[in-house]
């Protein structure tokens, strides 16, 4: 049975976001799909895709083998043109016995997502060891190094935006420019593995950001009362596999 799952942002490095998948199989005249939301865990060829709960099912009776051939290849191709991925590994039902087992601690942090800009493997090595001392020196925790970034938590909204500009200012001494998002949420520690959706939202967030921006929700804004950092409105956005509209802040100076 062909399977797709729904593209995100970073979604080989990140655990712990929400997608949608679909499945696809024809048996004779008939074609019988699947279809539901997903919870991703875990990254790289590691990465685990569970059903969030019972996925909804559709029987469609064509006629003929040939007639259902051609849904069948309809169905799949909408797929990919929608910005989804061929899954070669099985989808399970997680188990609410599996849940309640697994040891689970709720935690809140501000999540900073760094991008660096049409970077070379050489500035990217540079860049990568900017982005660090700027977090060892504000006291963030790097929690995974993406494909051309970094993700890393902070315990205050201010600690996060300021670690983002210093790392702003210090690339661009190497002739390098970032792009970064901020959020702050809830996540859940299982098993010593951070996930959750506030990850998913940060990840969206930076993906607004142009190059040489600081962008932050509103639940990072809100959160911060230094006079010092100002925000200029950026509007509001839907942000891709999270349900509502967000409003974004750009950080100013």
């Known amino acids: 049975m062909p399977k797709f799952l729904r593209i995100g942002v970073h979604q080989s490095n990140?655990?712990?976001?929400?997608?949608?998948?679909?499945?696809?199989?024809?048996?004779?005249?008939?074609?019988?799909?699947?279809?539901?939301a997903v919870e991703v865990q875990g990254a790289g060829d590691g990465r685990k895709v569970y059903w969030s709960r019972?996925?909804?099912e559709k029987t469609v009776r064509c006629g003929t083998a040939q007639r259902?051939?051609?849904y069948?290849?309809?169905?799949?191709?909408?797929?990919?043109?929608?910005?989804?991925?061929?899954?070669?590994?099985?989808?399970?039902?997680?188990?609410?016995?599996?849940?309640?087992?697994?040891?689970?601690?709720?935690?809140?942090?501000t999540i900073l997502i760094v991008d660096i800009v049409g970077s070379i493997a050489k500035a990217a090595k540079l860049g990568y060891a900017a982005v660090r001392?700027?977090?060892?020196?504000s006291r963030g925790k790097e929690v995974v190094t993406t494909g051309d970034g970094v993700l890393a938590t902070f315990k205050k909204p201010a600690a996060g935006i300021?670690?983002?500009?210093?790392?702003?200012?210090?690339?661009?001494?190497?002739?390098?420019?970032?792009r970064v998002g901020l959020h702050a949420g809830e996540?859940?520690?299982?098993?010593?593995?951070?996930?959750?959706?506030?990850?998913h939202i940060g990840t969206r967030v930076a993906?607004?950001?142009?190059?040489?921006?600081v962008l932050v929700s509103s639940a990072v804004k809100e959160l911060v009362s230094q006079p010092e950092i100002r925000f200029r409105d950026h509007g509001v956005h839907q942000l891709k596999g999270v349900p509502e509209r967000w409003r974004l802040w750009r950080v100013e100076g």
């Open 14 to 36: 990140v655990s712990g976001y929400t997608s949608k998948a679909w499945c696809v199989r024809r048996v004779g005249s008939a074609v019988f799909l699947k279809w539901g």
């Open 54 to 56: 019972s996925p909804q």
């Open 162 to 178: 300021n670690c983002a500009t210093a790392i702003q200012k210090a690339v661009r001494t190497l002739g390098l420019e970032i």
């Open 187 to 199: 996540y859940t520690i299982s098993g010593g593995e951070m996930v959750g959706l506030a990850f």
């Open 133 to 137: 001392k700027e977090l060892k020196s």
């Open 207 to 213: 993906a607004k950001a142009r190059a040489g921006e």
């Open 68 to 70: 259902a051939i051609d």
């Open 72 to 109: 069948a290849t309809a169905a799949i191709a909408r797929r990919r043109n929608h910005r989804y991925e061929p899954l070669t590994g099985p989808i399970a039902l997680r188990r609410r016995s599996t849940m309640r087992s697994t040891e689970l601690k709720q935690a809140l942090a």
